[in-house]
């Protein structure tokens, strides 16, 4: 075997060794990433055009955690008018899986809560349907925070739609939305929209922005494996001058 060789195979089995750590698998995992007992409260309510005047009348919209198991997530509703009244569906459960994107079993879309951790172009559960458009930095409630953006723009002979989403990196978790839609109706086209956002929350003080310690940890592999793959050529030329 000649120099060349002996120099070539031992950083060929080192670059083996150490890729799956500095190029991990692209695989999606869906994972949930809220707890029992965190919650998102929804106000700011602006509605528009036929079926969502009344929205203007919401006081308050809150999802809260009451079971998690797997992939599952168990959310109470409950909400107000502003004259006090409870909201309809006020004090009912519902049961989200974020690995299928079913809602009671059944498949949804845009829904409150989806997969934590997912980044721009991955899919959004249930299969087929939308991905994440976009991973950004905003600011909610005077704190930053990562959050995937759904946006969709959909365009048939009779009506017009666009809705924005953006969920919490972090946990999955909905922190607002909102949509436009025109009818193209006679003799005038017709727009119905409707917005909403969070204005409190638990969810950003028990959970970590993950941005940040994931960079850092590919940062870190990154350097060790370099730094083993310098040490192993240095080794190999020192002893090709033997």
Do not use: C, H
């Amino acid at each position: 075997m000649n120099t060349r060789t002996k120099f070539i195979i031992p950083v060929f089995f080192v670059f083996v060794i150490v890729s799956p750590f500095v190029f991990p698998a692209q695989a999606v995992t869906y994972t949930s990433g809220v707890t029992v007992g965190q919650y998102v409260k929804y106000g700011n309510f602006i509605g528009s055009g036929q079926g969502f005047e009344a929205l203007n009348d919401y006081k308050y919209l809150e999802l809260q955690v009451t079971s998690v198991s797997g992939n599952d997530v168990t959310l109470l509703s409950t909400g107000e008018f502003e004259n006090g009244t409870a909201l309809p569906g006020n004090g009912t459960t519902t049961l989200w899986n974020v690995e299928t994107g079913t809602q009671d079993g059944i498949p949804a879309t845009q829904g409150p809560i989806i997969s934590a951790n997912l980044n721009q172009g991955d899919a959004i559960p249930p299969a087929n349907t939308y991905t994440i458009n976009s991973t950004e930095s905003r600011t909610y409630l005077g704190i930053n925070r990562v959050v995937n953006v759904l946006s969709v723009y959909v365009s048939t002979p009779d009506y017009n739609t666009s809705l924005s989403y953006a969920y919490d990196k972090a946990t999955g978790m909905l922190l607002e939305a909102s949509t436009q839609t025109i009818t193209q109706s006679e003799p005038t086209p017709i727009t119905s929209s409707y917005s909403y956002s969070v204005i409190e929350t638990n969810i950003f003080g028990q959970t970590p922005n993950p941005d940040n310690s994931q960079l850092v940890q590919y940062i870190i592999i990154g350097i060790i494996a370099v730094v083993v793959i310098i040490v192993a050529l240095l080794i190999l030329v020192f002893r090709s001058r033997k």
